[in-house]
C-alpha cells in the first residue's frame, strides 16, 4: 500500500484542500503566524522533522510559519504551556508513548496530554545503541560482552525515568547489558555529544537523531531495536535478528501533532487536513526520500487512539520503578 493509498484509508477529513474556514469573527483560518512547539532543545529527532515542516505548511495555509524551542523536563514544560493555552496558533510534538510516561511519573504535572486536540500523526521511530567511531564496539555481540566484562560500565541516554531509560533497562534484564551507570541528557542531540566526548561508552537513543551521525561515520550504528530495518539507517543490524528479548514495548514510538484543549472543531479540521496534504506532498515525499526519514501519515482520531492507549505503559513503569527505585 503506497502512502496515498494509506492516507485515504486512514480516515482523513477528504482528498481536497480546504484552503481555510470562516472563524467566530467572521476572519478566515489560519490568518496569523502558526507556531510549532519544540519540547526538545536544537538537533533532535523532532527538530529534524519540523525544520521541513515550517516551509511546508507555510506553503500549505499561506501564513507565516516557526518553530518554537520549549526544551526541559524531558517535554513537560511544552506540553504544560499547551495545556494551559488556549491559542489556535500553536501545535505541538507528542512522542507516544515517551511523553505518556513523562506525565505519569510526576506526581502533580498539571497538565493532561489526552486534553490536547489531535491533528495526526506524521511518523514512527525507534531506539539505536550508538559508539563513539573510533570504538572497537560497532556491533552488539562485542558490546554486550564488554559490559558483561566490565571493560565498560556507563551508557547514556535521553532523560532518566522514562522510555528510553526503560528500554536500557529492559536491554539490562533481557540482553544482559550490564551497565553500572545510566546517565540521561537532555534531547538526542545532547546525548549524540556526550558519546562523542567520550562522556559515556554508549548511548540509547531515536534512530531520527542519530541518522546524520551514523551516515556520516561520527558514531556507530552497533542496532536498533525492531524486526524490520529502519529506513533512515537501513544498513545497522536489527534485534530481531539477534536471540534478543523483546524491548519494542517502551523502545517503538510515534510522532504525533497536537493543538491546544481550545482548538476549535473546524480550525481543527483545517489544520488536520491541511498537515496530511503537507505530508503527502512532493516536498515532503522528496525529502522522506532523501533523509531516510519515514513519513507516516495518520488522522487526528488515530493520534487521538494512540494517545490514550499508550497509558497501559502503567503497567511496565511499575514494575521498572520497584527494580530501579527512579
Known amino acids: ?24 469573527d467572521n476572519g478566515e483560518y489560519p490568518s496569523e503566524e502558526i507556531v510549532l512547539v519544540n519540547p526538545y532543545p536544537p538537533g533532535g529527532g523532532t527538530d529534524v522533522y519540523f525544520s521541513p515542516f515550517v516551509d511546508a505548511m507555510s506553503d500549505e495555509f499561506g501564513v507565516d510559519v516557526s518553530q518554537e524551542y520549549e526544551s526541559g523536563a524531558e517535554g513537560a514544560i511544552a506540553h504544560r504551556e499547551m495545556h494551559q493555552s488556549d491559542s489556535q496558533y500553536r501545535f505541538t510534538n507528542i512522542n507516544i508513548p515517551l511523553h505518556t510516561l513523562v506525565q505519569i511519573e510526576q506526581d502533580e504535572p498539571g497538565y493532561d496530554l489526552r486534553e490536547l486536540t489531535g491533528i495526526g500523526g506524521f511518523a514512527w521511530d525507534s531506539v539505536i545503541i550508538v559508539t563513539p567511531a573510533d570504538s572497537d564496539y560497532d556491533s552488539i555481540e562485542p558490546l554486550l560482552e564488554a559490559f558483561q566484562s566490565g571493560d565498560l560500565d556507563t551508557l547514556g541516554g535521553v532523560g532518566a525515568g522514562n522510555t528510553f531509560h526503560m528500554t536500557a533497562w529492559q536491554m539490562q534484564q533481557q540482553w544482559d547489558l550490564d551497565y553500572d551507570q545510566y546517565v540521561g541528557y537532555d534531547g538526542g542531540g545532547s546525548l549524540i555529544s556526550a558519546v562523542l566526548r567520550g562522556e559515556v561508552d554508549a548511548g540509547v537513543v531515536g534512530v531520527v537523531p542519530a541518522t546524520q551521525y551514523v551516515d556520516e561515520g561520527e558514531v556507530n550504528g552497533v542496532i536498533v531495536v525492531g524486526d524490520e530495518p529502519h529506513p533512515s539507517v537501513p544498513d545497522v543490524d536489527i534485534s530481531g535478528d539477534y536471540d534478543l528479548g523483546s524491548v519494542a514495548d517502551t523502545a517503538l514510538f510515534t510522532r504525533s501533532l497536537f493543538g491546544t484543549p481550545e482548538l476549535d472543531e473546524d480550525h481543527q479540521e483545517v489544520i488536520a487536513e491541511g498537515f496530511q496534504n503537507v505530508l503527502e506532498s ?17 488522522g487526528p482520531e488515530s493520534a487521538q487512539e494512540k494517545l490514550d492507549q499508550s497509558f497501559d505503559i502503567q503497567e511496565i513503569y511499575d514494575e521498572f520503578q520497584q527494580e530501579t527505585g527512579e
Do not use: H
Not at 512532493?282 to 495518520?298: R, T
Open 1 to 24: 500500500m503506497n502512502r496515498r493509498t494509506y492516507l485515504k484509508s486512514a480516515g482523513v477529513f477528504g482528498t481536497v484542500a480546504i484552503a481555510g474556514c470562516t472563524s467566530s
Open 282 to 298: 512532493d516536498e515532503i515525499q522528496d525529502w522522506s526520500s532523501e533523509s531516510g526519514n519515514p513519513i507516516i501519515p495518520e
